[in-house]
């Protein structure tokens, strides 16, 4: 009898140890995940303002120097893909690089979305950009909590979400052609609805990945899942807002 409960001491401290693990774990994912987020805004808002003046005769907003370079030369597709390299490259940094290696190339891709990102400043009008942020930012809350704590395995919805991101990608592609906006509105509102169910699923991943490979101890590969998690749920978040913005954002 002593035995036994000694053993389930021991199994009920194992299980609380798990349980903190855990937590630590999740708020390293999101911490990392706002880092990368701040980072893109500031750097969106702060290439917007050097990339624009204001023509004191006609009141008008104007590109400068910087400003051509970005968005009316070549340069702007470099800009525009170099994101899209350096997701593909991520895979080969992790397996490579240290965990604060890892953490480093993640800020350095976030900045770069800011710059891809910038145009939305002047595009937009600033408070439209804040007003869809926020709602983004409640809805993202909301589904990632739905996912964590849901007992429902969600793990099926994966591929269903995967095709649905590469049918609304060739969606895209053929609207650059047809230029509908009706075709545009109804991409819109369907990548808000994938993105959303990959917040849920990415964070339901997450936390069954920790869970998986807790026991093995290895703190370097659990900090580097935390950053892979983070990209993962950084992803869903710029999308989502994305997708908001086309068709809650008003134009400048």
Do not use: C
Request: proline share 1%.
């Amino acid at each position: 009898m002593a035995e036994f409960s000694t053993l389930r001491s021991e199994v009920g401290a194992r299980a609380a140890e798990i349980d903190a693990g855990l937590r630590a774990h999740m708020n390293k994912v999101y911490g990392t995940m706002s880092v990368g987020m701040l980072i893109t805004a500031l750097s969106a808002w702060a290439i917007a303002g050097l990339a624009t003046v204001i023509n004191p005769i006609t009141n008008e907003t104007q590109l400068t120097q910087l400003g051509f370079a970005i968005y009316a030369s070549p340069l702007r597709w470099v800009i525009m893909l170099a994101p899209l390299g350096m997701i593909f490259a991520f895979g080969a940094v992790m397996k490579r690089t240290s965990a604060s290696g890892a953490q480093l190339f993640f800020y350095m891709f976030a900045a770069l979305i800011g710059l891809s990102l910038s145009s939305i400043f002047i595009v937009y009008t600033t408070f439209s950009v804040v007003q869809t942020f926020l709602v983004t930012a409640i809805s993202f809350a909301g589904l990632s909590l739905y996912g964590y704590t849901t007992k429902k395995d969600i793990s099926g919805w994966g591929s269903f979400l995967v095709m649905g991101v590469i049918g609304l990608f060739v969606a895209m592609l053929i609207n650059l052609f047809l230029q509908s906006e009706a075709m545009m509105y109804a991409i819109s509102m369907i990548g808000v609805l994938i993105f959303a169910g990959l917040t849920a699923y990415d964070t339901q991943a997450i936390k069954t990945n920790y869970l998986q490979h807790a026991h093995h101890g290895d703190q370097e590969w659990l900090d580097k899942s935390a950053i892979h998690g983070a990209l993962n749920l950084y992803l869903d978040f710029l999308n989502m807002f994305s997708f908001l913005l086309m068709f809650m954002g008003s134009s400048e």
